[in-house]
């Protein structure tokens, strides 16, 4: 297990589920991943569903009403035990078919959709659990390896020509904005593909974490191949 990723601190493998979620984030451990290699034909799903617009979001109904062929079944089931044992553990599993995300050109010094990499926030303590099964991975950014933009000096003054606000309320207005959360890669860094099948737990920014959140972000999609991605 520890060869599937550039050695570093932060990722922990596991083999089950439990293990999953109750090994606790310490030190720079912030991503804990369940190695599998899945088997079933995951594409068949994604070529089954009726798309509508660039993401779909699969009911369980409906995934349970696709008529498919035997490795078709087994993907099935993967999915279908996956959003059972996330669920009994106090998540809410979303099952998507995407195309594409909407890119964020409100700012074009400073995008902060989710082909941005960032951290992810949340006002109670929770974690982020994330699989793709077809298509391109999403992608983890050591914490090493990339710098907070809001701290680039550069693009701190771009923002704080946005802002023209008192100096005492720039903090709120980064936060509000969401732009304290987006990071650049150092020049030097190397991304880590997160892989298909592994289903990952990731820190997120939240007031009782004790470890830093990490720092990912969505691929850019193939052209005529949507992703499979199980997000809660």
Not at 74 to 101: C, F, M, Q
Not at 135 to 148: C, D, R, T
Not at 188 to 204: E, K, Y
Request: glycine residues 4%.
């Amino acid at each position: 297990m520890k060869d599937l990723f550039p050695p570093n601190y932060q990722i922990h493998c596991v083999t089950n589920f439990q293990d999953l979620v109750a090994t606790p984030f310490n030190g720079e451990m912030n991503a804990i991943c369940w190695t599998r290699n899945l088997t079933g034909d995951f594409s068949e799903i994604v070529n089954k569903i009726e798309l509508n617009g660039n993401i779909s979001t699969i009911e369980q109904e409906e995934l349970c009403e696709l008529k498919l062929s035997e490795q078709g079944q087994l993907a099935r089931e993967i999915l279908l035990n996956d959003w059972r044992v996330l669920t009994a553990h106090g998540a809410s599993p979303i099952l998507n078919v995407i195309k594409h995300y909407d890119r964020d050109h409100t700012y074009p010094f400073f995008p902060t959709d989710v082909y941005s990499f960032h951290a992810d926030r949340s006002p109670i303590p929770t974690d982020t659990f994330l699989c793709t099964y077809y298509g391109e991975s999403s992608e983890i950014l050591p914490n090493s390896q990339a710098e907070k933009k809001v701290l680039i000096p550069e693009i701190r003054d771009e923002l704080k020509k946005l802002y023209r606000g008192t100096e005492e309320g720039f903090e709120s207005f980064l936060s509000e904005h969401f732009f304290d959360l987006h990071y650049q890669a150092k020049p030097t860094a190397r991304p880590i593909s997160l892989g298909i099948g592994n289903l990952w737990r990731l820190a997120i920014d939240h007031p009782e974490c004790q470890v830093p959140p990490c720092v990912h972000r969505s691929p850019k999609e193939k052209s005529g191949q949507p992703r499979l991605l199980m997000i809660c």
